[in-house]
């Protein structure tokens, strides 16, 4: 569930059922705040040095080696959304997301670069306009 600074209940986020290693390269589609994973299965896995956005670099590391995430469908945590965060300023994420297609990833910066403008700004848009028919 998403709240506002004065612990006002401003929404819920509603995970995928399912999300696979393709998918997850255009849109990270697991929340930190409640994620798991079986290190028995996948191993002991950390999150990178890179700057931001390294639990999405850490997402797509697990699901290299195990292919498929499933969503619970209850709300499990509370999230604070404030005007100014670092995540409510999509535009300044551009570089990071870039920077985890060539660190994580190993694209070569030409290819991090066309992976995405043309597949991840594609899907981001795409999923931004379901939410928006959705709530009309």
């Known amino acids: ?72 469908k209850e709300p499990l945590a509370y999230y604070r959304v404030r005007p100014g965060s670092i995540s409510n300023k999509k535009l300044a994420l551009v570089k990071h997301n870039i920077n985890v297609y060539r660190t994580i990833l190993k694209y070569p910066t030409v290819k991090a670069y066309l992976f995405f403008c043309f597949v991840f700004i594609p899907s981001y848009l795409l999923k931004k306009f379901r939410v928006k028919l959705n709530s009309l």
């Not at 569930?1 to 509603?14: A, L």
């Not at 995970?15 to 998918?23: G, H, K, V």
């Not at 697991?30 to 191993?43: F, N, P, Q, S």
């Open 1 to 72: 569930m998403t709240m506002d600074e004065q612990k006002t209940v401003t929404g819920v986020v509603v995970c995928m059922n399912r999300i696979d290693y393709a998918s997850m390269k255009r849109d990270d589609g697991i929340g930190c705040l409640t994620a798991m994973y079986d290190t028995a299965k996948v191993g002991k896995m950390y999150m990178s040095s890179i700057r931001k956005r390294q639990d999405w670099g850490l997402w797509l590391e697990i699901l290299a080696k195990c292919k498929v995430a499933y969503g619970v």
